[in-house]
């Protein structure tokens, strides 16, 4: 049969998100998230060429990114730490939202700004982004306490679908929102059009954030001691049904 993964199949994947819930919760809270970033990146050349007017600034932009990216990798998951996993999404992502709604008011004319503020972005989804990982173990965790099935394997293949979500309407709905507020190849500025293009740039992706950061205070349910306690007992049950299959066989 058709499968969606190394031995997953379609019908075990769509199973497993109607029955656990919380899997359901998490690819929504990460579509939301990955939709914000690819809107950012599909029209950010179209942020310096039409906006700031001079696409040379990317350069600019793009050399303290990837200083920040570093410097987060180090410094995110030590505040991840320290909130727990949920609260560092939740607090990551409403830093999130809030850069981008500042980078809507004050992005418009300053490459600074815009420089600082998508450094607050980046810095502040490294606080939940090194428990991607984690956060999809733990659902998979709290399903089999649950049920007593394990889909583990499968909760883990189902983690490509938010990126591919994330690219699908990042990459695609800007493009079709910049058609519909008048943008041109080559075109001149006009203020209308600055306006309803920050929106996109800005507000757009800091709904998906607050949506993103909504989803998870409210309806993710999984704390770290919860899911501690779900993988002990599951192991725990694992181990106390393997010593009954092998009794037969030693009596």
Do not use: W
Not at 53 to 65: C, F, K, N, R
Not at 90 to 104: K, P, S
Not at 111 to 132: C, D, R
Not at 143 to 149: D, P
Request: hydrophobic share 50%; glycine share 6%; with cysteine.
């Amino acid at each position: 049969p058709f499968v969606a993964g190394p031995g997953v199949r379609v019908i075990d994947m769509i199973k497993s998100v109607i029955t656990n819930d919380q899997l359901l919760i998490l690819i929504l809270v990460m579509s939301s998230s990955y939709i914000a970033q690819y809107t950012i990146m599909t029209v950010a050349v179209h942020y310096f060429t039409y906006v700031l007017g001079d696409v040379m600034l990317m350069t600019y932009s793009m050399t303290a990114g990837t200083i920040v990216a570093v410097a987060g990798a180090f410094i995110g998951p030590k505040i991840g730490v320290m909130l727990s996993k949920k609260h560092a999404m939740v607090v990551g992502l409403l830093g999130q939202c809030l850069a981008l709604v500042l980078v809507f008011f004050f992005a418009r004319t300053s490459v600074i700004a815009y420089i600082i503020l998508y450094s607050l972005f980046s810095l502040t989804m490294y606080f939940y982004f090194s428990f991607n990982a984690n956060y999809t173990i733990d659902t998979g965790e709290y399903h089999l306490h649950k049920t007593g099935k394990d889909n583990r394997s499968v909760a883990n293949g189902m983690m490509n679908l938010p990126f591919k979500i994330g690219l699908l309407v990042g990459g695609t709905v800007p493009m079709l929102v910049l058609s519909k507020i008048g943008y041109q190849p080559n075109m001149e500025q006009t203020p209308e059009f600055i306006n309803k293009f920050m929106m996109m740039f800005g507000l757009f992706p800091a709904a998906f954030c607050l949506l993103a950061a909504m989803l998870m205070l409210f309806f993710y349910k999984i704390t770290d001691a919860d899911a501690a306690r779900y993988a002990r007992e599951n192991q725990e049950r694992a181990a106390a049904a393997m010593a009954a299959s092998e009794k037969p066989a030693l009596s």
